[in-house]
């Protein structure tokens, strides 16, 4: 992975991400804190960490090999039905942070990501949601089934199918 503009911090998200401790997760997005993300008081706004999120599932899809844009010309969008956040710590400008995107579980219509925000410096984990993603038709919003390369990288990273935390639901 290289990204332009973010010295060091490519080193640092494979550390962070293969430590021998603990492993935080198979795949996660770099991010640098910018000033447009703070709020009044230099701290990271809270809805800001959704716009990270959103742009680490977004790139596990493309590491993947699936274009949004090819789905979207086949009339398929994915959109947010369910969040649960919590928020540990603060992030503050200029902080590199890791933002992990991991399929945790999948059914007929959805997927559910766990995703964390990590703090590269000290690999403090910030916040951790879980993220239930629809798919949808885009011409109507109704619900569709998974395509079936999206379904196939989900049981490659194997969560597990059907089962949401235990229970069956669509």
């Known amino acids: 992975m290289s990204i332009s503009g973010l010295p060091g911090i490519v080193q640092a998200l494979t ?43 977004t790139e596990w899809v493309r590491s993947c090999g699936v274009g949004l844009r090819a789905g979207m010309a086949d009339n398929i969008s994915y959109v947010v039905q369910r969040l649960s956040i919590h928020y540990a710590a603060p992030a503050k400008l200029d902080d590199e942070l890791v933002v992990t995107a991991e399929p945790v579980a999948f059914g007929r219509v959805w997927m559910e990501f766990r995703q964390r925000v990590v703090r590269v410096r000290d690999r403090k984990q910030l916040c951790e949601a879980d993220v239930k993603v629809a798919c949808v038709a885009l011409d109507s919003g109704r619900p569709i089934r998974l395509p079936d390369n999206m379904r196939g990288l989900l049981e490659q990273s194997r969560p597990h199918p059907e089962t949401e935390h235990g229970t069956s639901q669509e």
């Open 15 to 57: 550390e962070v991400l293969l430590s021998d401790s603990e492993p935080l997760a198979k795949f996660g997005w770099p991010v640098r804190v910018y000033i447009e993300d703070t709020d009044a008081g230099g701290i990271v706004f809270h809805a800001r960490y959704l716009h990270y999120m959103e742009r680490a599932r």
